[in-house]
């Protein structure tokens, strides 16, 4: 069977589709009571108590108490530790929801293997992720995730066939959230949705605290709030006097603190002239999603209130004065999520293809979704938004990455970020993937990256070449991301660059003797500073032909060994290649940076043509450094290197410093090995 759970932060509650009446009905709990308390308490005997027996407790004080933990839902934090063993919210979420799942399947008979469960529409993506798998560790499907403010219109809309746009107002203990809804045909169409989530009944609860505070302090010069325990009292009194003011006139409010006590009577008219402040701030976020949408008041026709603090009668009164709309109040307030969740999953399953026909649901995001990006001048990080705040979800948007000539690298790191600003930190670093897989040649490409976010709100990316999918691996979000408030260009570098060095030696018979060990041990010590785990070296020795002595290999004890084997006259069986030619073939067959170091002697035959090969390196970003040695040719080596000052001229004596120098603009990444 499939049920729809409104997991709440204070009350849940599990609703059923029926289909013989065609209607969503709820299924108590074992106390028969409609709403379970999302309250777990944790007994010193080992037991754990979860909803109402839980709540009981929690007005006792007995045991460890976990309430309100939605509030740090997918943040991975430990809400409670109890007998050694810590708890997130998503772990108590799991707990409440195995219990509500367990007390409806007694209630209907059946058992329960899918679940629709609402979120927040404000939930982000960490948030809706750990709701779901909450659910799924219960051994249930979780098809669906679903705002609760769209749950609420849908309940309401099933009802109402008229077409209408309605503006869902909830107000709850702690938050604040509005969705503009279009019902047509029983078609509902979410248009936008915004909110202030530190706005609640709360405020009104800590308004009526001001108040008697204020007038105690005024009479007998001490102040009850300067005593944490009587404060945390008034609190939580203060919720039941704004309660009664929902249905009476006035309330009256003893406060006794330091010896001396006091009532106070508060009507309802002060009570709601003291709180104007707070309807005028849920006012701004409705006015703010109208003009967001290009909305006027005139389009809204009705306001559907939603949430436990709509039901004090200032609300529907202030809403009336000030929007002049029709405002309307759910049948049933506190089960209008759950039911509208009921409905859903019966729209979303397989069997349901009458209703599915009958009506839809489109959603929109709550947040924008962005990814990381440098400025256009190249100065800071910026936020770039691809998927803008209420888009329909699903929602996809493409966008391409692109890869400039002469960079080798293999990898793109994507940094995914929700929300609205431009400033990197001030929005929410989603995730990290890292992209691999794609072909480069250094000519320079263009990735196409997919951004996607799901109808349940969660984000997915995908990246592709031409037609081909690449890999997208998720890695931690690094802990420190402060860097991204910096200069891209100071961003330390943490990940080494794979490079592919090809050093090709003139094996003709001018180095016979002194030049070639001397070049030996040079390249030798090369290697060893070289040497990493992403470095690869190729030799190619050169002379009348041309002959690759070692394939590229990261393996060093296999390059040093060749190097040994150097000698001249080895290159009878060789091609007649042009040796840069062959090197540009050998770098360039692994990824990573291409690097060419050519050491000769002499003067080259078809000196155009390697001329001509050095040109198609430059172009495929890969860096050719000369070395000449004697005899060597100044301005051809300078016309085949490819870097600046890539021309080096050296003697016997100094080939060793030569060769180290050249190691050092390799590691430093100086002298650039910009390709020129
Ligand atoms: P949430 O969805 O945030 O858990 P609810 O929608 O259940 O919250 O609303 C809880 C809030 O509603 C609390 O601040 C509570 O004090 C307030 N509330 C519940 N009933 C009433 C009432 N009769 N009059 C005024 N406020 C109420
Ligand atoms: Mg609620």
Redesign the pocket.
């Known amino acids: 069977m499939k049920v729809g759970i ?1 997991l ?2 204070t009350y849940s509650a599990v609703a059923r589709y029926d289909k013989q009446s065609n209607k969503p009905i709820m299924l108590s709990n074992s106390f028969g009571k409609e709403i379970t308390p999302s309250v777990i308490c944790f007994l010193d005997d080992g037991d754990i108590l979860v909803g109402e027996d839980a709540k009981d407790m929690q007005s006792n004080g007995t045991g460890v108490n976990a309430a309100a933990f939605k509030r740090n839902m997918g943040d991975g934090s430990t809400v409670v530790s109890f007998n050694g063993k810590d708890y997130t919210a998503e772990d108590l979420s799991a707990m409440l929801l195995k219990h509500l799942i367990s007390d409806a399947e007694a209630a209907c008979g059946e058992k329960i293997d899918e679940a629709v469960i609402t979120v927040p529409a404000y939930f982000e993506d960490a948030q809706r992720i750990a709701t779901k798998r909450a659910g799924e560790s219960c051994g249930i499907k979780v098809p669906k995730i679903i705002n ?1 403010p769209t749950a609420a219109a849908i309940s309401y809309g099933y009802k109402h066939s008229a077409d209408k746009t309605l503006l869902v107002y ?1 107000l ?1 203990g702690g938050t604040f959230d509005v969705t503009i809804v279009r019902i047509t045909k029983g078609n509902i169409e979410v248009i936008g949705t915004h909110g202030n989530h530190i706005l609640g009944g709360k405020d009104w609860d800590a308004a009526i605290v001001k108040y008697v505070c204020d007038k105690f302090y005024n009479e007998f010069d001490v102040d009850p709030r300067d005593d944490l325990p009587t404060k945390n009292e008034l609190i939580v009194a203060a919720e039941g006097y704004k309660k009664t003011l929902s249905i009476a006139e006035s309330v009256t409010i003893p406060v006794n603190y330091e010896g001396c006590s006091e009532k106070y009577t508060l009507t309802r008219e002060e009570f709601e002239s003291m709180t104007e402040h707070l309807m005028n701030a849920t006012k701004d976020v409705m006015d703010e999603l109208i003009k967001d949408l290009g909305m006027e008041w005139t389009d809204i026709d009705e306001i559907l209130l ?3 603090s709509t039901r004090m009668p200032g609300v529907a009164k202030f809403l009336r004065d000030f929007t002049g709309r029709e405002v309307v109040t759910h049948s049933d307030t506190d089960l209008a ?1 759950a039911k509208g969740a009921a409905i859903t999953a019966e729209l979303y399953s397989s069997s349901a293809t009458g209703m599915r026909a009958a009506m839809t649901v489109t959603d929109v995001t709550a947040h924008s979704l962005g990814a990381l990006s440098v400025s256009q001048d190249g100065t800071k990080y910026v936020n770039e938004i691809m998927i803008k705040k209420n888009s329909k979800v699903p929602s996809t948007e493409r966008r391409k990455f692109s890869i400039k000539p002469g960079n080798m690298t293999d990898k793109i790191e994507v940094y995914t970020l929700q929300g609205e600003s431009r400033v990197p930190l001030d929005c929410n670093v989603l995730a990290k993937v890292v992209i691999t897989g794609f072909y480069n040649d250094g000519k320079g490409l263009i990735v196409d990256i997919e951004y996607n976010y799901d109808e349940n709100g969660i984000v997915n990316i995908k990246a592709f070449q031409g037609e081909d999918a690449l890999q997208v691996k998720s890695e931690p979000v690094p802990e420190d991301i402060r860097w991204m408030g910096g200069n891209p260009r100071d961003r330390p570098n943490e990940d080494k660059i794979a490079k592919n060095i090809a050093i090709c030696v003139d094996l003709s018979r001018s180095m016979q003797g002194e030049p070639i060990e001397a070049a030996k041990d040079s390249i030798r010590r090369f290697v060893h500073t070289l040497e990493d785990e992403k470095t690869k070296f190729s030799l190619i020795g050169f002379g009348d032909k041309v002959k690759v002595v070692t394939e590229l290999t990261g393996d060093t004890g296999v390059v040093i060994n060749s190097i040994e084997d150097l000698k001249v006259n080895m290159l009878g069986r060789g091609t007649d290649m042009s040796p840069l030619e062959t090197a540009r073939s050998v770098v360039s067959s692994s990824p990573g940076v291409g690097i060419i170091v050519v050491l000769t002697d002499g003067i080259w035959g078809k000196r155009d043509r390697a001329v001509d090969q050095a040109a198609r390196c430059r172009d495929g970003g890969i860096a050719i450094i000369a070395i000449g040695l004697g005899e060597a040719d100044t301005s051809f080596l300078r016309q085949i290197a490819t870097v600046d000052d890539g021309a080096l001229f050296t003697t016997i004596d100094k080939l060793g410093d030569t060769f180290g120098t050249i190691a050092t603009a390799i590691t430093s990444g100086n002298m650039g090995l910009a390709v020129r």
Do not use: A, K, P
């Open positions: 409104d709440g932060t609760e909830d709850g939603v949430g436990g999520v």
